[in-house]
């Protein structure tokens, strides 16, 4: 189980966004993702293997792990980043979960 | 690049049969697992299975025994059949390639909306 806080980040553009993913039990960090999603639209990955930027994400996002706590950071935030975040797990026993979620809306 | 596109009936009534297609626009041939998930509205995103290019499938437990996964290489098309519908399976439905080596999904269509009701 993924548990994603908080619910809600209430910030202004050109702030710092920190995003929590918490895994029930120890996960491998190979196989931890986070996406974008915005109202009507598809997820876009961002991250995958905890840290690694997909193709194309701008170096203002930024994945970290410690120990089963996962975070994406957003180091300054622009008017396109508001939106939803969910962080994503995959386990070779073919099981692959999804937290909750994060919005990322202007305050 | 590889672009997706799901289709469907938009309505379906309880109990009977929902299809879905997406057609991928681009490498289908590669090796790739080609992925359902959906997305009940305001609520979190569900992997419904995969489809590979070897024809190798594999179902959520939590659904495994209602659906289908299915591939037409020669239409570059994958397809999701789902049986017995209830209102729970009403949702916005995505396909989306898996990157084996990111071991994330890397391309999503745009979805296509269910609703589940008579």
């Known amino acids: 189980v993924l548990t994603q806080s908080p619910d809600t980040l209430s910030l202004s553009p050109g702030e710092r966004a920190t995003l929590s993913c918490r895994a029930s039990?120890?996960?491998?960090?190979?196989?931890l993702a986070w996406y974008q999603q915005k109202p009507g639209r598809a997820p876009r990955l961002l991250i995958y293997g905890a840290s690694s930027r997909a193709t194309g994400i701008p170096d203002r996002f930024s994945g970290s792990e410690s120990g089963t706590d996962f975070t994406l950071t957003i180091s300054r935030l622009e008017t396109e980043d508001f939106a939803v975040y969910y962080c994503?797990?995959?386990?070779?026993?073919?099981?692959?979960?999804f937290g909750g979620g994060t919005k990322v809306e202007i305050k | 690049q590889v672009r997706l596109q799901e289709s469907g009936p938009g309505v379906v009534n309880p109990s009977e049969t929902l299809s879905l297609t997406c057609g991928v626009l681009g490498d289908f041939l590669g090796m790739y697992c080609w992925n359902w998930l959906r997305q009940p509205a305001g609520g979190r995103l569900e992997w419904l299975g995969f489809v590979c290019h070897n024809d190798y499938t594999y179902n959520n437990p939590s659904v495994k025994s209602r659906i289908t996964l299915s591939r037409d290489s020669s239409r570059g098309q994958v397809s999701l059949e789902v049986r017995s519908t209830t209102p729970a399976d009403t949702a916005v439905y995505f396909c989306?390639?898996?990157?084996?080596?990111?071991?994330?999904?890397?391309?999503w269509g745009r979805g296509t909306r269910v609703t589940v009701s008579s």
């Open positions: 994503q797990h995959y386990r070779e026993s073919l099981m692959l979960n």
């Open positions: 039990q120890i996960v491998d960090s190979t196989y």
């Open positions: 989306a390639r898996w990157n084996v080596a990111w071991r994330a999904f890397d391309v």
